[in-house]
């Protein structure tokens, strides 16, 4: 098992809330993507068995939304747009920012497992192209200096919290 009971609770809890079981699905995803930091088949069955939907609709929903990684990540899973508003607006060389700075490539995880970076579709905030997520925070209207304050930021809370 890599759902713990009280995940388990939680989501029965939530799927109650709706008049069909399948639209506790998504909640279901971001609880266990909260307490694992991933999921992967053997999380979709703890779902549906929880939840009491069948095991391919979780499947579906997990690799249809790019918020749920499929393997483990970073602490930080930075996600950067690169959809038409923040490709034009710059998102490529971005990316290529961020693999300097990180010293890794799209896809790839920092040897201290810090950031893990990926690019993503649109993340619904175009009018504030380029713009990235990290975990559950939107970073928009991004320079290379708001990037440079954003890691530093996010370092010293990862040694804080250390
Ligand atoms: S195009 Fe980047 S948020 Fe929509």
């Not at 549906?48 to 918020?67: C, L, Q, R, S, W």
């Not at 990540?73 to 710059?90: D, E, F, P």
């Not at 175009?126 to 890691?151: G, H, W």
């Amino acid at each position: 098992m890599m759902l713990s009971e009280a995940s388990i609770t939680l989501m029965k809890e939530m799927t109650a809330r709706y008049p069909e079981k399948r639209s506790g699905i998504l909640p279901a995803l971001t609880i266990a993507y909260e307490e694992v930091g991933h999921v992967n088949p053997d999380i979709y069955r703890e779902i549906a068995a929880a939840i009491d939907v069948p095991m391919v609709e979780v499947a579906e929903a997990a690799t249809f939304y790019t918020m749920f990684p499929k393997e483990p990540v970073g602490t930080y899973l930075i996600q950067v747009c690169h959809n038409i508003s923040c490709a034009l607006m710059g998102a490529d060389s971005l990316v290529e920012y961020l693999e300097e700075k990180l010293g890794i490539k799209k896809g790839d995880t920092t040897p201290d497992n810090l950031f893990t970076l990926i690019s993503v579709e649109c993340l619904g905030s175009c009018s504030t192209a380029p713009m990235m997520q990290i975990n559950q925070d939107f970073y928009e209207n991004l320079t290379r200096a708001k990037v440079d304050q954003i890691l530093e930021d996010l370092r010293e809370k990862a040694k804080a919290q250390a």
